[in-house]
Nanobody, 122 residues
Framework: VQLQASGGGLVQAGGSLRLSCAAS????????MGWFRQAPGKEREFVAR????????YYTDSVKGRFTISSDSAKNSVYLQMNSLRPEDTAVYYC????????????????WGQGTQVTVSS
């Protein structure tokens, strides 16, 4: 499975962006899709995850109430709606696919997209 992330860009603090992740092939509905991010000089961190069938979302504390992860199995796509963006959200965002049961750990995800840059100006 190949993943293609898109939708990043430059936005002012308080603004919104919607990231998309398109999968090259249909995966099992029980697979887990995740979004991670890596800020300059920092390690990559978990942001959110969802089961391909759209159920069981989970977010890291810093984005709860601001970000929403969703999926569209008909389009083989996963989305990350990001609202009320802050400068500290600036990072390269990656989508990833993991086997059923994948949690927040990077090594639970075997497929990764190329990343899309999100820059939030203050």
């Amino acid at each position: 499975v190949q993943l293609q992330a898109s939708g990043g860009g430059l936005v002012q603090a308080g603004g919104s962006l919607r990231l998309s992740c398109a999968a090259s092939a249909r995966t099992s509905s029980s697979y887990i899709m995740g979004w991670f991010r890596q800020a300059p000089g920092k390690e990559r961190e978990f942001v959110a995850r969802i089961r391909w069938n759209g159920r069981f979302t989970y977010y890291t504390d810093s984005v709860k109430g601001r970000f929403t992860i969703s999926s569209d199995s008909a389009k083989n796509s996963v989305y990350l709606q990001m609202n009320s963006l802050r400068p500290e959200d600036t990072a390269v965002y990656y989508c990833a696919a993991g086997a059923p049961g994948a949690t927040n750990a990077e090594n639970h995800y075997g497929y990764w997209g190329q990343g899309t840059q999100v820059t939030v100006s203050s």
